[in-house]
């Protein structure tokens, strides 16, 4: 398996706030539709639904991640549905200050070393707009 660790990001919230909203992606929908037009196209067809989310991954098409790992109040890990190869998405928790907590998304997936130079690229690509996506949500 290769990882690749987007962007970490700071969200201007105490860490348990963050961890349940990232461990409960039931809200997240009608958040991404009272966004102004510009933050929605960033997001590129990202979707929420229950314990899922769907997007659309460059080169890759739709995946949709369902939550299948909690671990309060520092991981929340997903495993994607509907892709080519074995793929997991977490996001890491960590303390900044008491009103501030570090996010950062993980992607693990499981490709041949020959196609590593083609498609990580577009897999690091992808960690980073996961993070952002909840910089959006959060700001």
Do not use: C, W
């Not at 992606?25 to 102004?36: G, T």
């Not at 196609?115 to 910089?135: H, S, V, W």
């Amino acid at each position: 398996m290769s990882t690749y660790s987007g962007k970490s990001v700071t969200l201007p919230r105490p860490i348990e706030d963050i961890y349940a909203k990232v461990s409960d992606l039931s809200q997240y929908q009608p958040l991404i539709d009272q966004l102004p037009e510009e933050q929605k196209a960033k997001l590129q067809g990202v979707e929420f639904d229950g314990e899922s989310v769907k997007m659309n991954a460059p080169s890759i098409g739709q995946l949709v991640f369902k939550i299948t790992e909690r671990t309060a109040p520092t991981h929340v890990g997903f495993s994607a549905e509907g892709s080519p190869v074995p793929l997991k998405l977490s996001l890491d928790l960590a303390n900044v200050t008491a009103d501030s907590t570090s996010l950062t998304p993980k992607i693990d997936i499981d490709i041949p070393a020959m196609l590593r130079p083609f498609i990580g690229g577009k897999i690091q690509e992808a960690a980073d707009k996961f993070g952002e996506m909840f910089t959006s949500l959060f700001h």
